[in-house]
């Protein structure tokens, strides 16, 4: 029997339409409208077409968007100097700059030099730690994104067997620590889960994957997840995003299909609620500093 779909773009669309009422609310209350600003470096195709589909969703909802485009040769300094200015505006309450970053600008001194109050993506040292230790300030989007994904579509995640796949600091990390997580009060989107996190030095990583009830796979390899390495029945899902000859292709090899009970499509699953939880970000950014 074919997975059921974790359909990412009908709940984004369901979620960004609540987001979008919520900021009409401020508006009618007389609050500047959340401004998301957004650097893109370079001329990476894959960067520009997440920026792009970042600036449009957030004009969608009626947030205040700019995108601030240098090219491949801005050096660090004059990256710092942008990244000042928009931290000290007071209509920016969240600053984006899109990774990879160029080789001669250190990505983590720039993630470091973004105010934590405008941390959007949840990049800055402070946000991390924050979020490790149970009181986030944001939650980082791709993995809010992910969890959302589950648990509005009614799977339960405490006490289940987890198994994410891959450890970058943009997904892998953080969403272990989400999954296995308390809920609290302060901490809501959390997971109560039995998490293991397997990479590229696991052993029988096959068997490792077969225990997960649910399979987060964020390697970065296409279908890299086949068939024997699913549990039957379990929610997969599939946060790579690939570009292989200008197609997106995701982690999950698509024979996947038949052994899963819930299985999350590339495009349109994670993807769209990545955007969804920016704009739920800079929204809560735009509360935080404004009120
Ligand atoms: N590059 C790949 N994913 C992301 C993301 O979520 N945020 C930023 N800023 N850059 C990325």
Known sequence: M??????????????????????????????????????????????????????????????????HRLSASTTQAELLELVGRLNADPAVHGILVQLPLPKQIDDGAIIRAVSPNKDVDCFHPENVGLLMTGYPRFYPC??????????????????????????????????????????????????????????????????????ADVLIAAAGVPGVITPDMVKPGAAVVDVGTNNVDGRWLGDVHKDVESVAGWLSPVPGGVGPMTITMLLYNTLDAAKQIDG
């Open 2 to 67: 074919a997975a059921q779909r974790l359909d990412g773009k009908a709940l984004a669309a369901t979620m960004r339409s609540e987001i979008a009422a919520r900021v009409a609310e401020r508006a009618r209350a007389g609050k500047r409208a959340p401004g998301l600003a957004a650097v893109l470096v370079g001329e990476d195709p894959a960067s520009q077409q997440y920026v792009k589909n970042k600036h449009k969703a957030c004009q969608d909802a009626g947030l205040a968007t700019t995108v």
């Open 142 to 211: 791709t993995p809010h994104g992910v969890l959302q994904l589950l648990t509005r579509n009614g799977i339960a995640l405490a006490g289940k067997e987890i198994v994410v796949l891959g450890r970058s600091n943009i997904v892998g990390k953080p969403v272990a620590v989400m999954l296995m997580q308390k809920a609290t009060a302060t901490n809501p989107a959390a997971g109560d889960a039995t998490v293991t996190v397997a990479h590229t030095r696991t052993k029988n990583l096959a068997d490792v994957c077969r225990r």
